[in-house]
């Protein structure tokens, strides 16, 4: 599928500001500093995993979304995307306010979104914009409702396909309606909306963001239980007393070395715009490669494309990601890659290139830190498989028990 990379002209109320990164380092908002306290990696438009809305796009429609907040603050604003639309991207209305339930607001929390001071949007192709500052208090671990008022189709809608949350539709501006009723219709992706910014609270700003496939984005882990390992890492840095922002930056297929329709761009291509570009990240953590090793050993159409991928490019990958978070200033922490036994990716030569790897990122010694994730879900009678207790059950995801192992996995005094 074509990646549409135009030009922005200013044809609407407003000039949207091409990037080809989130728009995320947006300036501070008064009362703080602006970090980014929600965030989500940006796709093309394409049939998923499972039913969505991003081909069809929308007009006279509302979509409102939830997201969780890792962190807190008094002030709000929001980052759309169009970076993969073929037209421009109009938002008739947009409000922000603290979830309640469902698709239902707090009434009193319900806030109205501004750009550039304009009640209305446009947003070119290519392009990200991200809004003006609404007073809303958040808490840590808290949920915000974005809802947007699409009057005019959009086209095919640039999203991220596995979101783990539902997302509600509704007909005609309901933009300003806290009530749930009209959003009869729901899906399991983001749509345009990749990062919600925050200033103004307690937390501290050095963010950490989690970068990967498929077991990142939370493959296997409960829809609306926001029980994905970056959240339950951000659950246990809460607990502990030293709260931070936990990005999850996953895509689910995702590659380190191939570009694909299905599952985004490479990891090596969109590592600056998806992490670098967030406001205060001080730490990042590497998992991937599993999808380079098993699409090769498996001829499925969604597979592709599939080339045969040595260990050293793997490694040389890698390498790649570290020297450039190094020269960030930020600390990497490398994941070793989850036991896949009885999964259609295992054969004798992907378990012999994923042992391989493992052992490279265990004792390598080019991370700063190494997370044990394999060591933490494994099967004790036989490492190269799961845990049966952490499986959800096509046994390379784990399900919310084994995230939240995986989480226990990362030494927090180390990151």
């Not at 980014?36 to 007009?59: K, Y």
């Not at 783990?164 to 309606?177: D, F, L, P």
């Not at 090769?296 to 592709?304: I, Q």
Request: negative net charge; contains cysteine; aromatic residues 8%.
């Amino acid at each position: 599928m074509h990646v549409w990379k135009k030009m922005m002209t200013a044809t609407a109320a407003i000039t949207a500001t091409i990037a080809t990164a989130a728009c995320t380092g947006a300036p501070a908002a008064p009362g703080g500093e602006t970090s980014t306290a929600w965030s989500v990696p940006m796709q093309q438009p394409s049939t998923g995993f499972e039913p969505n809305w991003s081909l069809d796009g929308f007009a006279d429609q509302t979509l409102r979304q939830v997201v969780r907040v890792t962190t807190g603050g008094d002030t709000a604003r929001i980052t759309l995307s169009n970076r993969f639309g073929r037209n421009d991207l109009r938002i008739a209305a947009a409000t922000v306010g603290r979830t309640e339930s469902g698709a239902r607001v707090q009434p009193d929390s319900l806030r109205p979104l501004r750009f550039q001071g304009s009640d209305t949007a446009t947003i070119a192709p290519g392009a990200d914009l991200t809004s003006d500052p609404a007073e809303l208090r958040l808490a840590p671990s808290e949920s915000a409702t974005i809802t947007l008022y699409l009057a005019e189709p959009t086209g095919p809608a640039t999203f991220h396909a596995q979101g783990y949350a539902t997302s509600y539709r509704a007909a005609g501006n309901q933009a300003g309606v806290a009530d749930s009723a009209a959003f009869t219709d729901t899906t399991h992706s983001w749509y345009f909306l990749s990062s919600v910014q925050l200033s103004g609270g307690s937390a501290p700003a050095d963010s950490i963001v989690a970068f990967g496939d498929s077991i990142t984005d939370g493959f296997g882990s409960d829809n609306d239980g926001n029980n994905r390992y970056p959240d339950a890492l951000a659950d246990r840095l809460a607990a502990a007393g030293t709260p931070r922002a936990v990005l999850n930056a996953g895509i689910g297929g995702n590659t380190l070395l191939s570009d694909s329709p299905w599952y985004g761009e490479s990891a090596v291509r969109r590592f600056d715009r998806d992490v670098l570009a967030h406001n205060g990240v001080s730490t990042v953590v590497l998992l991937g490669g599993l999808n380079d090793i098993g699409f090769s050993e498996v001829d499925l159409p969604t597979y592709k494309p599939n080339p045969v991928v040595s260990v050293q490019q793997l490694i040389d990958a890698y390498r790649d990601l570290i020297a450039r978070a190094h020269r960030a200033g930020l600390k990497v922490v490398g994941g070793t890659l989850l036991p896949m036994k009885g999964a259609e990716y295992y054969t004798p030569t992907s378990a012999a290139k994923l042992r391989a790897l493992n052992e490279w990122i265990r004792t390598g010694g080019e991370f700063d830190v190494v997370a044990d994730f394999a060591a933490a879900v494994a099967d004790p009678a036989d490492p190269d498989r799961l845990n049966p207790a952490f499986d959800s059950g096509d046994h390379k995801h784990p399900n919310a028990a084994g995230y939240r192992a995986m989480a226990a996995a990362v030494d927090l005094n180390a990151i």
